[in-house]
């Protein structure tokens, strides 16, 4: 096994990263980019030795001294060593890996932190107001912008007065029947094109048209107070939503007599929601519901809740769900950024905001690396598509064109890659837009290629991380191959191996092994033993294989090695015990082949610990041929050097 544990779980990985960069380093007087070492000619650095030192050193209950552990380094490091050599690093699953890891762990350092910040703070400030809002919404077809811009206008213009306006057009039926009154805007909880426009806006103030990406809305805000914050409540429901005159008459009978228990002071509100109440998320846990702020419940649920005063219980009142009665039993401010960060964070990951770090970050890049489009180079080719555009017979044309369309400091970019680049996605549109974007693409995947270089060059936990899922991942593949694949697969190396080293495998009491067959009824199980001695010569797994193929779900083979006392069956079928109880359909089973054995037979009877034990011969001799197949060089001077400040 390796000496160190590679994890592919990325918060992981980036926690690792933020406890290292607190970790004094081990070598105040060293450099770490002194070479240490070299293997297999390939210099190690001392960071790169120290970082990977401290990691196991954290990991082990006891502490191994740095003498031992460059020993284990110098094995880990011919590893790595034998799988460049055998080509693993080259394999197509294992570039697609570690390409992924690679832009996963970039991906933080590859965005604008001032940026994400900003949005952030934008966000949060949301929370500390309450803004109401009018719409008018239009559905998003076509034609459906110019519409609303001309319903706009004519508000703006007096033609039409905003409240008849949304009755008449707004696709929003539920606000549209109270002229477009829609309530508070909860933040994160829609469209951030709306949520923005809505508290960017003045009271009375008509926004443009905004454009939600669920359709077209023309807002008007219609006051802003401070944040109200949120309340915890806790409700009975009696439901009315469907119900005759009748049933609703009833419903009312019952909260209002609820109502009168609750007056009485000596009812408890959690007991009576368990019995009474009709709402089937809350009633369970005593009417209990989750924090909530302004405009996330229905009216008039909402104003009481916020109206009432801590501990206090509501008269029983109407929503389009039924009677409610409430019993406020908290309220809190506005919760700190902290607390929200997180929450905001993945709501911006949901909306137009995801990629605006990323892509100013990149704006940054491309000025670093003097990235830029080749106006005059998109220009003639746009010239050389014609008017059939980007087709078949201009890309067939022009594959391998030189022609230079985008250039970075890393090099140019020619027409010939952008066709390629475009050979698997879609080109519709005329050919300046889809050669530019593609051209623009490109030059971003350049440009970022670039970043990653030189983040990898000049931030050495980055470097360290990176360089260590790719060396753990190629190591896994190639111990794999010699040691652990092979040891649990070569049957005549753990036959050849057990038979060396019998005595090591000796029970201290006889087992009874044996084939058990298990049947559902008595009449399988006796035609399971008539059939099972023409296959007794197949190897287990055929053998399991023929007998379900016979009986199909009837029966049940286990093979079994135990010892009296380890197993209430083999217990009564080898050694006398009394036959157990048994609650399950397999009532029926007898020993196929058994028999007593004083100890092991093969190494099948052992396999466990036999599999470990040449798991670990096989590593041993595989560790002795990489000392002799490739030269390790210590610097003894750098080393010793490490060693007096670690005993220090």
């Given amino acids: ?134 719409h008018i919404m239009f559905e998003n077809k076509p034609g459906a912008e110019q519409l609303a811009d001309s319903v706009r206008n004519a508000i703006l213009g007096g033609t039409i007065s905003y409240e008849d306006a949304a009755r008449r057009y707004s696709a929003d039926k539920y606000s549209a029947q109270r002229g477009g009154l829609m309530g508070v805007v909860l933040p994160d909880r829609y469209p951030w094109p709306f949520e923005k426009a809505s508290y960017d806006a003045a009271v009375g103030e008509i926004t443009p048209v905004v454009n939600s990406g669920f359709g077209y809305h023309i807002i008007r805000v219609e006051s802003r107070k401070p944040a109200s914050g949120e309340v915890l409540a806790s409700h009975i429901l009696r439901l009315t939503r469907g119900k005759s005159p009748e049933e609703k008459k009833r419903q009312r009978q019952i909260i209002d007599s609820l109502y009168s228990v609750l007056r009485t002071g000596n009812a408890d509100f959690a007991a009576m929601a368990r019995q009474y109440s009709e709402d089937p998320g809350s009633a369970k846990n005593g009417g ?249 010569t197949l190897d287990p797994a055929e053998f399991n294989t023929q007998m379900r193929k016979k009986f199909g779900g009837n029966i049940k083979i286990e093979r079994v090695i135990a010892a009296q006392g380890e197993n209430p069956i083999t217990d009564y079928l080898a050694f006398g015990g009394k036959k157990p109880d048994s609650t399950t359909k397999w009532k029926y089973y007898t020993a196929f082949g058994g028999r007593v054995v004083d100890n092991p037979e093969d190494a099948a009877d052992v396999r466990g610990a036999v599999v470990a034990d040449y798991q670990n011969e096989l590593e041993k001799n595989w560790i002795e041929s990489l000392h002799k197949k490739y030269k390790v060089k210590v610097n003894n001077k750098v080393f010793n050097k490490l060693k007096a400040e670690e005993n220090k």
């Fill in 288 to 536: 209990s519901l989750s924090w909530f702020g302004r405009g996330m419940m229905v009216q008039p649920f909402d104003s009481i809740s916020f109206a009432l005063a801590d501990g206090a219980v509501s008269e029983p009142f109407e929503t389009s769900f039924g009677y409610h009665i409430i019993l406020r039993q908290s309220h809190r401010g506005v919760p700190p950024l902290d607390e929200v960060r997180k929450n905001i964070l993945q709501a911006m990951q949901r909306d137009s905001r995801a990629n605006m770090p990323a892509d100013a970050k990149l704006a940054e890049f491309m000025k670093t690396y003097k990235a830029s489009v080749d106006d005059a180079g998109l220009a003639r080719a746009v010239e050389m598509a014609g008017p059939g555009g980007v087709d078949s017979a201009f890309v067939a044309a022009n594959s391998a064109s030189k022609l230079v369309v985008a250039s970075s400091k890393d090099g140019k970019i020619t027409l010939g890659a952008v066709l390629s680049y475009l050979a698997d996605k879609p080109t519709e549109g005329d050919a300046a837009s889809v050669l530019r974007g593609a051209a623009e693409a490109l030059l971003g995947e350049a440009v970022l290629g670039l970043a990653r270089e030189d983040l990898a060059a000049t931030n050495a936990d980055y470097r360290n991380l990176l360089n260590e899922y790719r060396e753990g991942n190629i190591l896994f593949e190639i111990a794999n191959r010699n040691v652990w694949d092979r040891a649990a697969k070569d049957k005549d190396g753990l036959e050849a191996y057990f038979r060396a080293n019998a005595a090591k495998y000796a029970w201290d009491k006889p087992r009874f092994k044996s084939t058990i067959i298990f049947a559902t009824s008595d009449s399988v199980l006796k035609a399971a033993e008539a059939f099972a001695p023409a296959i007794s």
């Fill in 1 to 134: 096994m390796p000496f160190f544990k590679i994890t592919l779980m990325k918060k992981y990985i980036f926690a690792c990263a933020l406890a290292l960069a607190c970790v004094p380093t081990i070598a105040a007087e060293v450099k770490t980019d002194a070479v240490l070492m070299t293997v297999d000619g390939r210099d190690v650095t001392v960071g790169e030795f120290e970082y990977l030192y401290k990691k196991n050193a954290a990991q082990q209950i006891q502490k191994q001294s740095i003498d031992d552990y460059l020993q284990l380094f110098i094995n880990y490091k011919l590893k790595v060593a034998d799988a460049e050599h055998a080509g693993i690093p080259e394999l197509p699953e294992i570039q697609q890996e570690y390409i992924k890891y690679r832009n996963d762990l970039a991906a933080p350092y590859l965005r604008s932190q001032a940026v994400e910040d900003s949005l952030v703070s934008e966000a949060y400030s949301h929370r500390a107001d309450d803004v109401t809002v009018s």
